[in-house]
Structure formats: structure tokens, C-alpha cells
């Protein structure tokens, strides 16, 4: 599907059911979602200061019955998997008060849970009442279009950005606050604003530069803002002419990396195969040197041809490895390493620099 048949990068404002109805069909690469919570309050809250919480009493959130809340879900869904490309993936968050309600419906619809994600709160709103746990989490489900869906996850830049420790399903991250949220005549322009943080990290993990992110909630416009810093193009959906007013001015302060190459992490398995020999015939290891696990118990010596040999074998970093183990299989790029200054260092390094010359 080509882009330029999309309204890219540009605020639709009117109900988002007939907006997403109007876009070509399998035209979006991933959808962000954050509708109406229904959240079911009984009466104002107030701080211990008799001063009034700004909670979500706004007329998008009503809903007259669970029904209708269930109905208002099956309808934007269906048209969200539309709109969808077959190998894309859909957000949505969503607090107790909505959130098994949306997945149930999900489910019915064909979709293919991969994740349920708790995002915990570092600062989250008091319990005033002193009636409930403190709600300090909201919940996202993310999903495929269907179980057989070859959709996207960059594994790579989620390890990356936790230190080079796999991503897990509870992230901890501070609500939307000071120069960040976003005011109007001196109070909040959007009671649920959700933090840009939360938004780098769902786009950075399931899209790449040049997709198109679709948030058919689109309110102060926290995914186009992350969007275009990522070198995403968005399309925002907003029935507020007044909150896509403040998005549209929001997104125009925001200054786009023209460098896609920094924002991509690129796969290790679509890199360029690196043959160990290569490593050999550059020079980074020589013929003789001795590689070793990363405890010492095993060793083996590099020959010219770029295999190992030990006391009883000779075979690819791979084979040897796995003789050594007496394992079936062994990825021998993160088994073997090298004495370098008295440290060990895994053998890996030597392909990735190679590969990082390549680019």
C-alpha cells in the first residue's frame, strides 16, 4: 500500500469510527490506541485540603451502560483491523476499569495477544479516600492481527535501551508532570496525557523509520510528537477540535533527526553473515591464539582456516563448541572468547566490528 494515498502526518477531527473507515484498507504498520476508560466514579474526590482532584469526568468517558461501553469497543476495533497491514500490531491501554472489557473483545475479533505490559507509575495519583490500594499501574495489550502474523519486534533496540538486559512485560515509568504537561488557562489541556516516555518505548519496539503509527485517540498528541522524533509518519484521529489544536501546535515544535541510520537497530538476524574465517584473515585473531569459554573450564587453539581444534577435534567454532559441551548445538560467536589484557572477551565483538565497518 503506498503512503501517499495517506494523510500523513496530519490531525482528522470527527469520530474516529468514520475516520479510520475512510483509510484504505491494510494501509496502517501499528496502532496506538488509549480510548475512554469508562471509569465508573461516584461522586468528586478530594485532597486531605479540601482542595478538588481534576479527575476524568468528561463526556467522551461516559457511557451509559457496560453494553454500551462493550459495542462502542467492538466498532473502533473492527475498523482498527481494517485499516491494519497483516503483519502489523495494535496497542491499547487501558485501566481496570476498561481494560478486560477491551481484551475480551479483542479476542472475539481474531486478534493475537503477545503481551499484556504493566506500566507502573513512579508518582501515581494518592489514594485520597483510603478505601482501595493505591491504583499505581495501567495495563496495555499488544497484539497481532492473527496468530500467523509475521509482525514485528525489535528485540535488539528493547535490549539495547535496558542496559543489554531483555525488555520485561513491567516497565517503570513516571506519569505525564511538570514541563512535560501540557496546560490551558492554567489547568491540565488533557486529563489522561500520557508520558512520551511510555510512547518512545511502545513505538521504538513494534515499528521501524518510514511506518505509519495510527492513534484513533490521538487527544494532545503524545504519539505524533514520539512518532516524528522516531522518524515515524503518524496519523492522528481526534474528535476534540480543541485538544487537535493543541496537538497540532505541540508536534510543530518538535524537531524531526533527518539521520534514519540512528534511528534504526538493525536485526542481528538480517546483518551480513560473518564467517569466523573473516575474522581470522583480517588479522583480529591470529593462527595459534587460544580461545576459551567464559570460565576457563575448556579451551581451543585457531587454525589459518578459521577452525578450532582441541585435543580430540577439529570443527567450526560451532562443533567445537558443542563437542567441548557435549551439547547438540552451540552458538560458538558467544561461547568462545579471547585473553585480551587479562580479560576475556567473547569473540562476538570481533564480528560486530567488522559488520560495523560494513555500514
Known amino acids: 500500500m503506498s503512503n501517499s494515498i495517506l494523510p500523513l502526518n496530519k490531525i482528522l477531527v470527527g469520530d474516529c469510527i468514520e475516520n479510520m473507515e475512510s483509510l484504505p484498507e491494510g494501509s496502517v504498520d501499528m496502532i496506538f490506541a488509549d480510548p475512554p476508560y469508562n471509569l465508573q466514579l461516584g461522586g468528586d474526590l478530594h485532597r486531605p485540603n479540601n482542595t478538588k482532584v481534576d479527575a476524568v469526568d468528561d463526556d467522551w468517558d461516559q457511557f451509559e451502560s457496560f453494553q454500551a461501553y462493550d459495542e462502542f469497543s467492538r466498532r473502533w476495533l473492527k475498523a482498527a483491523r481494517r485499516v491494519l497491514k497483516p503483519d502489523g500490531t495494535l496497542w491499547v491501554i487501558g485501566s481496570y476499569h476498561n481494560i478486560f472489557r477491551v481484551g475480551a473483545v479483542l479476542q472475539d475479533l481474531g486478534f493475537w495477544m503477545l503481551n499484556d505490559v504493566i506500566w507502573r507509575k513512579t508518582n501515581p495519583m494518592p489514594n485520597f479516600r483510603g478505601r482501595r490500594f493505591t491504583n499505581a499501574h ?50 491540565k489541556a488533557h486529563p489522561t496525557q500520557k508520558p512520551e516516555s511510555l510512547l518512545y518505548r511502545v513505538i521504538l519496539s513494534s515499528s521501524e523509520p518510514g511506518d505509519v503509527i495510527l492513534d484513533p485517540f490521538f487527544g494532545t498528541g503524545t504519539t505524533g510528537a514520539v512518532a516524528r522524533k522516531l522518524g515515524r509518519n503518524w496519523i492522528g484521529l ?43 584473515e583480517r588479522g583480529l585473531l591470529k593462527p595459534g591464539d587460544v580461545l576459551y569459554d567464559n570460565r576457563r573450564r575448556f579451551s581451543a587453539r585457531v587454525r589459518a582456516d578459521g577452525t578450532l581444534v582441541t585435543a580430540e577435534f577439529q570443527g567450526s567454532i560451532h562443533q567445537a563448541g558443542a563437542f567441548v559441551q557435549k551439547a547438540p548445538s552451540c552458538n560458538g560467536w558467544q561461547f568462545w572468547h579471547v585473553e585480551q589484557k587479562g580479560q576475556l572477551v567473547c569473540i562476538d565483538a570481533f564480528r560486530e566490528k567488522i559488520r560495523a565497518e560494513m555500514h
Not at 505541540?250 to 560473518?274: F, G, N, Y
Request: net charge positive.
Open 238 to 280: 481526534e474528535q476534540d477540535p480543541e485538544y487537535a489544536e493543541i496537538a497540532e501546535a505541540r508536534i510543530k515544535r518538535v524537531k524531526a533527526q533527518q539521520d534514519l541510520e540512528l534511528l534504526r537497530t538493525h536485526s542481528k538476524r538480517t546483518a551480513p553473515r560473518i564467517p569466523f574465517g573473516t575474522v581470522v
Open 138 to 187: 495501567e495495563t496495555m495489550i499488544w497484539v497481532a492481527k492473527d496468530k500467523d502474523a509475521r509482525y514485528r519486534f525489535n528485540y535488539e533496540a528493547m535490549k539495547a535501551l535496558n542496559d543489554d538486559l531483555q525488555m520485561r512485560s513491567d516497565w517503570t515509568l513516571p506519569i505525564c508532570s511538570g514541563g512535560e504537561r501540557l496546560k490551558k488557562d492554567g489547568k
